[in-house]
């Protein structure tokens, strides 16, 4: 991506800005984004969706403005400055859309950034544990009235185990001989696991658990705090779609419980750390005890064990796969990755009764 190309790209939107810089932020594995900074603030968020993994962009786009226009309305009350840091603000196109498609067929979107803002890869504070929670808590409960129906599905069966199941058995059917090697004792586990791994998607379709508004990928480093560890605001909103509370509560569990990086390769470095899972819990469960149902409530536990194996199935399955999802930075990347995901939940289990 040439520089004059990303002032083009960025100038096809609708704000007073002179570009003066620009970084590439690498944290997330999909979509490409970077930061543009600007002759007098505020300074904004570019970023190109992936179509490949997104096959419908407009239907993202029209799925994250339209819960953030809920949720500012639901905030209105702040004032503006104030509202700005608490949801994702996005900026119109010059072609009145909330996205710029380019001469490549590239989709791009801008939002405002959301500066004295930090993001945690890993958790070493208890109170951004609680705080964490509190965000997601306050996500479901500002979408609870909005009606999840009209959102567009933009991965199809995204956290459904059974379709995960699906891919992992296509995955291990064409896996090269040295990968299979590799990953023997995980693909055992993943099939010994199969019927635990279903239980909360069979609740879902017998409507015991009822479909919402949910984010879809709460993993730690999409949450915005000031640097005081108080929540500011949810990011990465691509995902939202219609799910159960249980894909929100497992995926900040996965990624705040851990004591390091989802890729770690060094095991004995990863470990499930309960005292944050109370943090968290506490959190979440201020903002939405009272709404959630027995049975949703009864089964957060297993959300937390079900998310951390749904993102090591997928980790697995594109190692079989030869990497065609996932960005990664070697090759046994993404095998580590599922690694430190098993791991984790052997963390969780010899500490937690799920
Ligand atoms: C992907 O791209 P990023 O980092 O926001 C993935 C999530 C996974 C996550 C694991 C669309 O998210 O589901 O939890 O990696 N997003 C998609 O870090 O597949
Ligand atoms: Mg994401």
């Known amino acids: 991506m040439t520089q004059e190309k990303l002032i083009h790209t960025f100038n096809q939107f609708n704000h007073a800005s002179e570009y003066v810089s620009h970084k590439e932020l690498v944290s997330g594995h999909i979509n490409d984004t970077f930061l543009i900074e600007t002759k007098e603030e505020p300074f904004y968020i570019l970023q190109r969706i992936n179509h490949i993994v997104f096959k419908d962009v407009p239907g993202l786009i029209s799925n994250k403005v339209s819960v953030s226009k809920h949720i500012q309305k639901k905030l209105s009350h702040l004032s503006e400055t104030e509202l700005k840091r608490r949801v994702l603000t996005f900026v119109q196109a010059k072609n009145d859309k909330y996205y710029y498609k380019d001469e490549d067929g590239n989709y791009w979107n801008v939002m405002f950034y959301i500066k004295d803002s930090v993001t945690h890869e890993i958790v070493t504070n208890k109170e951004v544990a609680y705080e964490g929670g509190k965000l997601s808590g306050d996500f479901l409960n500002l979408t609870s009235d909005f ?33 299979l090697f590799n990953a023997k004792s995980l693909i055992d586990r993943v099939i010994e696991s199969k019927e635990e791994m279903h239980i909360l998607q069979n609740l879902k379709e017998k409507g015991a658990i009822k479909s919402r508004v949910t984010h879809n990928d709460t993993k730690i480093s999409n949450a915005l705090f000031t640097k005081n560890n108080k929540g500011l605001c949810v990011i990465d909103t691509d995902t939202i779609m219609s799910g159960i509370v249980h894909y929100d509560f497992g995926d900040a569990i996965r990624t705040i419980c851990n004591t390091a990086a989802e890729d770690e390769s060094n095991l004995d470095l990863v470990e499930f750390n309960v005292e944050y899972y109370q943090g968290y819990n506490k959190g979440f469960l201020e903002k939405t005890e009272a709404s959630l149902t027995q049975i949703e409530l009864k089964y957060l536990p297993l959300g937390a064990k079900t998310m951390i194996f749904i993102m090591a199935i997928r980790f697995l399955t594109d190692y079989m796969n030869n990497d065609i999802y996932y960005k990664t930075k070697y090759p046994e990347h993404n095998l580590d990755r599922a690694k430190n995901q098993f791991k984790l939940i052997d963390s969780m289990m010899a500490q937690m009764e799920v």
């Open 147 to 179: 009606d999840a129906s009209v959102l567009t599905e933009v991965i199809p069966k995204f956290h459904d185990m059974s379709f995960r199941y699906s891919q992992f058995q296509s995955a291990l059917q064409s896996v090269s001989k040295e990968r």
